[in-house]
């Protein structure tokens, strides 16, 4: 499989919020159901580019994962960013989430972060355990975080320090 990974561009947007909707749709990997609408999703990606944040995504002939560190909107906490990535279900078990993953990485430290933290549910074995291979640390449980017909889900809280030479 022969993925290209770059930085997302300005005429990546309308196929990103595809692939984002089309990964939330499937019900049990974001936080969310659906891509939010597209000018909501715009201006978070105007957003990233105003503040130089990491977007990557692979691309094989179109958009089919991304990776996004977004910095926090906090004075206090502009050393942090939150970190979202999906891809879709064809593509997974290749190891390109680990790929999209490493290059966000790098972008991050080239921008000056030093922490990067997530949440991911409990039950999705196959990304906390990407997320620990490349250094990231379990800090906390949100319980019964997610509810779905009637069906609780716990979130993991994760973070890796880039500061301390991990990753």
């Known amino acids: 499989m022969s993925i290209e990974l770059r930085d997302a561009l300005p005429s990546d947007l309308a196929v990103c919020h ?5 990964v939330a749709r499937e019900g049990r990997w974001l936080s969310r ?3 939010p609408p597209i000018e909501r999703y715009a201006a978070f990606v105007a957003g990233l580019r105003e503040a130089n944040a990491p977007q990557v995504v692979a691309v094989d002939r179109e958009v089919v ?3 996004d560190i977004a910095p926090d909107a906090s004075p206090v906490r502009a050393h942090v960013g939150n970190l979202g ?5 064809s593509y997974r078990a290749f190891g390109l989430g680990r790929r999209l993953l490493t290059l ?3 972008r991050a430290r080239q921008r000056g972060l030093e922490r990067i933290e997530l949440s991911v549910l409990h039950d999705n074995e196959p990304a906390r355990a990407l997320y620990e291979r490349l250094g990231f640390q379990i800090e906390g449980r949100r ?11 716990d979130s993991i809280l994760m973070a890796l320090d ?3 030479g991990q990753g």
């Open 33 to 35: 159901l659906s891509a």
């Open 85 to 89: 990535m999906g891809l879709l279900a």
């Open 65 to 67: 994962g991304w990776c």
């Open 162 to 164: 880039l500061g301390a």
């Open 18 to 22: 595809r692939c984002l909707d089309d």
């Open 143 to 153: 319980r019964r975080d997610w509810k779905r017909d009637g069906v609780y889900r």
């Open 104 to 106: 966000a990485l790098d």
